[in-house]
């Protein structure tokens, strides 16, 4: 596998590793039980997906699958949008939202991917993909088209949040060689554009995207202020038995 697409696999793996860890947080105090049950599978879903991805990268380079899940800090890719808390229910469902719709056109890119590993991986996670996207833009469109005050925290929300999403297509090293290559099918800025019309159509309003203030993440290699406090409850287990079978 080239470095290129190393990273951008990679760099998947951990947002899909991130937003499964950070809907976890919602099991159990979501407003209401069908949003415990929804983000319980989603975050299982998600878990999964980061699974997948490790371990084909981890299998070819003759690793352990856990070894890159939880590596040292320095070494992610995520994004900072995953790296968020969202601890207001309006955070966590705008951020739903926007990464969901973002992965429709993720998935679909390595869809048609030169790498046999990588397609048999998209097959599964569309599926799965595809109720995550209705779960959100239901619940969404619901909170939008009844003028309440439940609309002006998401719109609130999503506003906050619109920065970092559009920053989740700021591409790894190496992606030309990745597309070149075949693993993915189009490069970030393509798939960017994708994303923002869907996110004008739904919200059925123009947005300044050229105002927003991205954060800096240096071709994902910066972490965000909130990663080192994740890190540490998600190795917790694994730093306290090293040696423990996952």
Known sequence: ???GAR???LAFADDEHMMGQGHTEWIGVAPFLEE???FCSIA???????????ELIAADEALDADALAFRPPHDYRSCHLVELPCDDWADALARHWLYDTAER???AALGGSS???????VERAEREESYHRRHAETLA??????????ADRLLGAIERLLPYADALWEPVAGEPQTVDA???TDASADLRDRWRADVVAFLRRPVDWDALDRPSQAGRTIRSEHFAAIHDRITEVIRIDPAATW
């Open 115 to 121: 790498d046999p590993g990588v397609a048999a991986i």
């Open 44 to 54: 299982q879903d998600e878990l999964g997906h980061a699974a997948a991805l490790y």
């Open 105 to 107: 056109h993720r998935w």
């Open 182 to 184: 075949g693993v993915v």
């Open 1 to 3: 596998m080239i470095d």
């Open 36 to 38: 415990d049950l929804a």
């Open 141 to 150: 469109a619901r909170l939008l088209d009844a003028p309440s005050d439940g």
């Open 7 to 9: 990273e951008h696999l």
